[in-house]
């Protein structure tokens, strides 16, 4: 009699990702707002969310909210180009220090699932939670100087070492030196230098992200005959095409796109909603 050999094991489950939350807790991503930005941040919104395989809790971060709060009280500089140029920073506070979390702009378009950006960051396996733990934030660590004065609908552009590094960030927002370096307190009286530049950390507390998921429209190039720089996440950061100066920008395109998708959702779901008054208004008038 033949004995068929017992099959292979079946291969283990992937490890998750050591930045994701506890099973059943969305991870939480918090976009910077600007009321002049409204649709910017909308679109931003809705590309995080549909090529999303894990659960995501996105808001915005509202300088009106916080200074209502009493958790930000600066005075707005010539230089902050948005109204979250230093509530940013306040991620961590707004996570309660507790796990990972990211900030962005509201200018991002993405074209990729956050679940591949966080296993970028710190790749599942041996040693991958002693990591997570020891960085303090992870970024894509720009060298970019812009060459226009101006930037979005006419706001002064500003060059300072490390730009952009800020617009894009993972905070593992129970690391002590971020504990103890972003309070609201810190946030509304520190330098711009300090908080852009990450000077409350070593540099080898920051990580590195592919440049990729913070794609600088202008900037950054594709290789056609490298797959690695395609963009997974577009920064319109002189400004979008929801500016009509920069209607025809780069990738312009595919932000038109999203912007449509989402007005098409937002005329059906009004559709449905309108129907179902007119229902309940029968019903009403029936009884």
């Known amino acids: 009699m033949t004995v068929s050999p017992a099959p292979p094991p079946a291969p283990a489950p992937p490890l998750p990702s050591p930045l994701l939350p506890p099973a059943g807790e969305p991870f939480r991503v918090f976009v910077g707002y600007d009321p ?12 995080l969310l549909r090529h999303a395989t894990i659960p995501l809790d996105v808001r915005p971060i509202r300088q009106p909210d916080l200074r209502a709060a009493g958790l930000y ?34 200018d991002f378009l993405y074209l990729a699932d956050v679940a591949d950006l966080l296993a970028a960051v710190v790749p599942p396996g041996a040693g991958a939670a002693a990591e997570a733990d020891r ?24 060059t300072y070492p490390r730009k952009n590094w800020s617009s894009m960030v993972l905070y593992n927002c129970a690391h002590p030196k971020n504990v103890a370096a972003l309070t609201p307190d810190a946030v509304s009286t520190q330098t ?31 290789d056609p005959a490298d797959p690695a720089t ?4 577009i920064h319109y950061t002189c400004g ?17 796109k999203e912007a449509e998708m989402l007005k ?9 909603e309108d129907n179902n008054g007119e229902e309940e208004d029968k019903i009403k008038e029936g009884n």
């Open 264 to 272: 098409a959702e937002k005329e059906k779901l009004k559709l449905l």
């Open 135 to 158: 960085l303090a934030v992870a970024c894509v660590k720009h060298e970019y100087k812009p060459a226009e004065a101006t930037k979005m609908d006419g706001a002064i552009q500003t």
């Open 73 to 106: 009280w600066r005075a707005r500089g010539p230089t902050e180009s948005t109204e979250f140029s230093f509530t940013r920073f306040l991620t961590p506070y707004l996570a309660g220090y507790r796990g990972w979390a990211l900030f962005v702009d509201c």
């Open 240 to 256: 979008g095409p929801w500016f009509e100066r920069y209607r025809d920008c780069e990738f312009a395109d595919l932000w038109i």
């Open 36 to 47: 002049r930005e409204h649709e910017a941040y909308e679109v931003c919104r809705r590309s």
């Open 192 to 222: 711009g230098a300090f908080l852009h530049r990450f000077s409350w950390l070593d540099d080898d507390e920051i990580g590195e992200v592919p440049f990729v998921w913070n794609f600088l429209v202008g900037h950054n190039r594709v």
């Open 230 to 233: 395609r963009p997974r996440a």
